[in-house]
Structures are given as C-alpha cells and as structure tokens.
C-alpha cells in the first residue's frame, strides 16, 4: 500500500506542477497509508459558480490536527483548454506555504485532485489562494453561506469553495511551522509617529520577519495619519521584483475612495525600497490605505513583519485580513495655515454627474471655480484610471462629457476632480 501510494505521489508531482513537494513523494514511507486522511474538512452541495479570468478566489479554511495538510480538491465547472491554474496554500502572514498548478487533463470528473505537503496546526487557519491567467476562463464551484471566509479579487464573496482539504497527522514534535520564514531580530525599535522640528511625520513599519508574493492580487495596509497636512511620500519595502515588473500603487480614503492610482514599475524601485512623491490632504487620527498589486502577471514580493507590538494597522492580501504588516512608510507634511481639523479637507469643488446611474455617456458639471484647470478622472474601485483629461473651466464651459461605450463592468466607480490643492470625489454607478 505505500510504495503504491508512493507511486502516485510521485506521478502527481510531475502532472501537478507542485514546485514546493518535488521531495515529498516519499512521505508515505513514514506515515500509515491504511487510511488517506486522518481528518478532513469538505465542503459539498454546491450552489453557485465562480467565474475567474486574470483573477483570483481567496478561500480561508482552519487546520483540523497537527501535522500535514497532504491534498487539496475542488470542484471545478469549466476551464479553458490551454490554460494554466495556480494553486497556492498560505500562512496568515501572507508566507507561501506550497504551490501546485493544473490543466483541463488533470480535472476528473468535475474535480482536480492536487496532492500536497504543507506543515499545519490544528486549529491555525490558512489560506488557499486559485487564480487564473488573464484570457484563461476557470470556473469554479462554490456553496452559498455567510461571507467572512473567501474573497474574488478582494471583495467579499457569500459563500466557500466546494472541495475537500485532506489531513494527516504527524506528532508535533517533527513539524516547523516558521519554515523558511525569517526570524525575529532582536531589534524591537519602531517609530510610528515620530513628529520631527521640520514639520514632517512618519507612520513606518519595518525590521522585516517575512514576505508577501504577489502575481496580481492587491496587497492592502492602513495606517492612521500622524498630522492634519499632506501626505507628501509613501515607500513599501520590496524583497524581488521582476525586471518586467509592471504594476499600480493607490491610496485610499476612510470611505474607501481613490486619492491616488500610479503605474509603477521595477526603475521605481531603489536599494530595495518602491518609493512613490504625492501630496494627499489627510487628517489626523484617520484612517487610510496603501494598496500595491502586480498586473500582466509579473512577480512582486513585499516586506511583511509579523510582530503584533509592531502592528499599526491591518494588511491584506487579496481582501483577506493576514496577521502581518507590510513593511512600510508614509511621510506626512504637517499644515502650518490650517489646524482646524473640521475644516481642514473641505473643498469648494461641488461636481454633479448626470445621468447617475449611466450607460454609453457620463455628463459632470464642476461648480466652485469660475476659472482654472481642472483634471477630471474616472477610476473604478481597483484603482485603475479608466479616463483621464484636462479641462480649462470658464463661465461658459463648465460641463463635461465622457464617452463610457467601452466600460463594459457594470458596478460603482468613483469620479475624481483636482483643482490646485482641492479634491473632491463622488461615486457614479455604471448601469
């Protein structure tokens, strides 16, 4: 029974892709084969259907004993013929615990069977993150039930993955959960808000213990400005980047509205460090984020620390909560003019968009300014700038018209309008 378990362990290497057991063919030699699992957790009765292309499902599931979490299934409904599926298992703090990947030959049946080798706790949680290439359709199947577990591209979906996640248990003493995981230094120092004599402030975290990879899923972090001013810098600390590397930076507001979307690419990034100039009006005691993401499938991989006493926010990797901080900084410039903090974000800036639900045409008029440019941009909630244009406003021209024919997602987006130091946002909702 083992050397024949053994066998097709080995086989499913070579037919899965799994990068991380290509010497865990053998393991069976060591455990009793008489029973596949110890304990499993599965998920039946599927209701529903996940459609991903250049996306990916984010599914958390809880450990059932110490030891190995030895193969994954999932129920899959369709999937392209070529296409190639990436399937990762995750701590927590976002660590790549095992990687395997699948093609249309190796689904049976309406399943893939992925066999594994991932050191688990019982009761720990961990993550399994699916994602599909852009231009590859896979469809996975899925049961309806609350939301809190699993996550499409970021947003909470109701629901889990129908699949079994298969376990056997290994006495404690043999498993290193923290492997290849960076250990602690014994450096504790950390300045959150370190207000200096020049007017600036800093918010950072840094004294890395581990990495977060990315291949195009979002890498969010809030942080709480240290000063009513401007944020004037931030920097994520980056551990690789492919030399192709292409991919967005954004900031967001306490009601999760875009401030900020850049293109980046690997010539941003210096000594090890991704560093982006901006000048955000932000208030003190409030809350904001910092999100990078990869696109075109190219590889990142972010500083993390998992220290709790460090922790000075919440990060997440593709909308699911991790138990670490992304190593990072955000600069504040201090406003020496106004300290009043109830008027301190107020712009004069008044826009109406109309029709609001819109179809083929957004029309927006901007009111508050006689004259002056204006920079008017349409950006949907992953921070992607679907247009962009400069206005001169004067007392005969102060509407606009974009052309949305080939805004084909239908969904909220969020219209933005920059006029010197003022910027004001308001939501639009594509019929």
């Known amino acids: 029974m083992n050397k024949f378990y053994s066998t097709l362990a080995a086989i499913a290497v070579l037919t899965s892709g799994n990068i991380l057991a290509q010497d865990a063919a053998a393991l069976t030699n060591s455990l009793d084969a008489t029973s596949a699992f110890d304990c499993s957790y599965d998920v039946k009765d599927a209701d529903n259907t996940i459609l991903l292309n250049g996306s990916s499902a984010t599914q958390i599931f809880t450990a059932c004993t110490d030891g190995k979490l030895l193969e994954v299934s999932l129920d899959i409904k369709g999937l392209n013929d070529r296409g190639t599926y990436t399937v990762e298992v995750r701590s927590m703090n976002g660590e790549i615990l095992n990687l395997a990947s699948f093609k249309k030959e190796q689904v049976l049946d309406g399943k893939v069977v992925l066999p594994m080798e991932t050191h688990v706790k019982s009761g720990a949680r961990y993550i399994l993150n699916v994602t599909a290439e852009t231009g590859y359709d896979l469809s996975l199947r899925s049961k309806q039930g609350p939301m809190g577990t699993l996550t499409i591209d970021g947003t909470p979906y109701r629901g889990q993955l129908a699949g079994q996640f298969g376990f056997k248990t290994v006495n404690a003493t043999t498993l290193a959960n923290d492997e290849g995981r960076v250990a602690y230094g014994g450096d504790d120092s950390i300045t959150p808000l370190n207000k200096s004599a020049n007017g600036l402030c800093n918010t950072e975290v840094y004294n890395h213990t581990g990495r977060i990879v990315t291949t195009g899923e979002s890498i969010v972090q809030t942080f709480t400005a240290c000063s009513n001013g401007f944020l004037s810098q931030t920097s994520v600390q980056i551990q690789h980047i492919d030399a192709d590397f292409v991919g967005r930076l954004f900031i967001k ?18 000594d090890g460090v991704l560093v982006v100039p901006m000048n955000i009006k932000v208030r003190e005691g409030f809350t904001y984020k910092i999100g990078v993401k990869s696109i075109y499938e190219t590889r990142l991989a972010v500083q993390a620390n998992n220290k709790p006493a460090d922790a000075l926010g919440t990060c997440t990797f593709n909308g699911t909560e991790l138990e670490t901080n992304l190593c990072f900084s955000a600069l504040v410039r201090e406003n020496q003019n106004d300290d009043d903090p109830s008027t301190f974000i107020e712009s004069t800036l008044k826009v109406i968009a109309f029709p609001n639900p819109f179809e083929n045409e957004l029309g927006i008029r901007i009111d508050g300014i006689e004259e002056g440019k204006v920079i008017v941009q349409l950006i949907d909630f992953t921070g992607n700038v679907l247009r962009a244009d400069l206005i001169n406003i004067d007392p005969d021209n102060k509407v606009i018209t974009f052309n949305t ?19 004001t946002h308001t939501t639009v909702i594509k019929h």
Do not use: C, M, W
């Not at 999760?256 to 941003?268: D, I, M, P």
């Not at 024919?405 to 910027?423: A, M, P, T």
């Open 405 to 423: 024919d080939d805004i084909d997602e239908v969904g909220f987006y969020s219209l933005r309008v920059v006029h010197g130091d003022k910027v």
């Open 253 to 270: 507001d306490p009601h999760n509205t875009v401030l900020l979307s850049q293109e980046v690419t690997a010539r941003n990034v210096r």
